[in-house]
Every structure is written in structure tokens, then in C-alpha cells.
């Protein structure tokens, strides 16, 4: 069965960025998140929303 939530780390690898960065993103709602029993989980979606905004601002430049 495929994940459907990443940890922060493997969110950050996913996205080929730093877990600093991704904490940044998070904080600012850039990248949605759920909280389970205090551990932060990143949807898949999540990660793929946030780079379908990114391509359209590239291509609306």
C-alpha cells in the first residue's frame, strides 16, 4: 500500500529540500500538515498541491 502521510524528513527528501526549509514552509501554511498524537505528518497531496502552485507561478512569470 502506497503512504498517504510522510514524516517531515521524508517530506523534505521528497521535495529535494532542506527539513529547515520545509519547517518554514509549514509555518507559513505553504505546505499543509495534520498533527497525530503530536508527531507533524505531511499528505502526499500536500506535496503535490504545493508544487502544482509553483509550476503555475512559473509559467504565469
Not at 514552509?25 to 499528505?43: E, K, M, N, W, Y
Amino acid at each position: 500500500m502506497t503512504r498517504l502521510l510522510l514524516t517531515v524528513p521524508e517530506a523534505a527528501e521528497a521535495l529535494a529540500i532542506s527539513r529547515s526549509k520545509l519547517y518554514q514552509l509549514l509555518a507559513t501554511s505553504v505546505v499543509d500538515s495534520v498533527r497525530i498524537d503530536g508527531s507533524r505528518r505531511i499528505p502526499v497531496s500536500a506535496l503535490t498541491d504545493y508544487i502544482t502552485r509553483l509550476t503555475r507561478k512559473e509559467i504565469a512569470v
